[in-house]
């Protein structure tokens, strides 16, 4: 791929496209959604408002690491809060589809569409990938950032049009071109976390505190696994329990289940051989969360398994 000719063209036609009018994003410091700010705010400077959008379901920190660095690149993010939002919209939820159903909505239609009446925004510049379209087509996931592809018209329903212009690359290529915009390593070789953040890896309902079991996990999992220069780690709290012993007390505890993958573009996955010592760490240090007594390690592929949970 000819990085160059790329991003010339992308800033050419989000150009075209927006105009004079104005232009909003949300920017969530992965990869994908940090590229499409660059190029949104070289295409279109002070006409494009890009908002990072604090749904309570981002790991530790990180909401405010992400708009410091923007700032740092001269880019100026919102942060908008909508934590009480989006935990209303998950409650008592267990489903793996309605609960992506719920993020989705509470995304798109209410937080968004409030920003974008506010600033009369008439364009989104969104960061979806060709992955995410082919999967979601083939009935294999619906991801939470796609609209068209599934049907909903998001001029009709939400007032604004969609420009994606990374939808012909995968994981593979964006990262090339995070590269050639000069994006700093923390962003270009940050690993992969979904849209609906968190929520993928709480199998059942997502709570206050369940989130806070599962973002504990994915920092240690993070801390641990940063070196071996895999694909993705994660974190992934069960909807179940297991009897264990802690402090000579029986207890009837939550399990973390580990996984850490080799994979190129998210298609197909396999397990990293992660030495037994460092797993053995990471099982302690996980097992001294509060309320967790067993870890396991999944050493599913993909496929049959998927990457997340849910
Ligand atoms: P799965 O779990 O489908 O994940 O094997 C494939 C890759 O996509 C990420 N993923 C998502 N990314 N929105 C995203 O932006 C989503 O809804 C979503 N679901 C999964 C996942 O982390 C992995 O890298």
Not at 243 to 262: A, D, N, P, S, Y
Request: proline share 5%.
């Amino acid at each position: 791929m000819d990085a160059q000719a790329f991003v010339k063209e992308q800033i050419d036609d989000i150009k075209k496209s927006v105009g004079n009018g104005l232009a909003i994003n949300a920017l969530s410091g992965g990869v994908d959604s940090s590229v499409v700010t660059v190029l949104g705010h070289r295409s279109l400077g002070s006409q494009l408002k890009t908002v990072f959008i604090d749904n309570n379901l981002m790991r530790k920190g990180e909401p405010q690491r992400v708009v410091q660095l923007f700032s740092q690149m001269g880019i100026p993010v919102d942060l908008v809060d909508s934590r009480a939002e989006f935990m209303k919209a998950l409650k008592g939820l267990t489903d793996p589809e309605e609960k992506r159903n719920a993020i989705t909505r509470t995304f798109y239609a209410t937080v968004f569409g409030r920003l974008v009446r506010e600033t009369g925004a008439k364009f989104l510049v969104h960061g979806t990938i060709l992955t995410d379209i082919e999967e979601t087509v083939a009935g294999i996931k619906r991801q939470h950032n796609i609209l068209s592809q599934i049907g909903i018209d998001p001029e009709k329903e939400y007032g604004y049009q969609v420009l994606e212009p990374l939808k012909t690359l995968r994981k593979d290529g964006v990262r090339e071109v995070a590269k050639f915009l000069g994006l700093p390593s923390e962003i270009t070789a940050r690993i992969p976390f979904p849209g609906p953040a968190l929520a993928t890896r709480i199998v059942g309902e997502v709570t206050e505190e369940r989130l806070a079991t599962v973002r504990e996990a994915t920092a240690i999992v993070e801390e641990e696994l940063g070196d071996t220069g895999a694909f993705q780690y994660l974190a992934v709290l069960l909807n179940d329990r297991a009897t264990g012993i802690v402090r000579g007390k029986r207890e009837f505890g939550q399990i973390i289940v580990i996984r850490c993958l080799h994979s190129v573009d998210a298609r197909t996955a396999t397990p990293v051989e992660v030495p037994w010592k460092k797993l053995a760490k990471i099982c302690e240090r996980i097992t001294a969360i509060k309320d967790v007594n067993r870890c396991l390690y999944d050493l599913t592929p993909k496929p049959p398994a998927t990457i997340e949970y849910i």
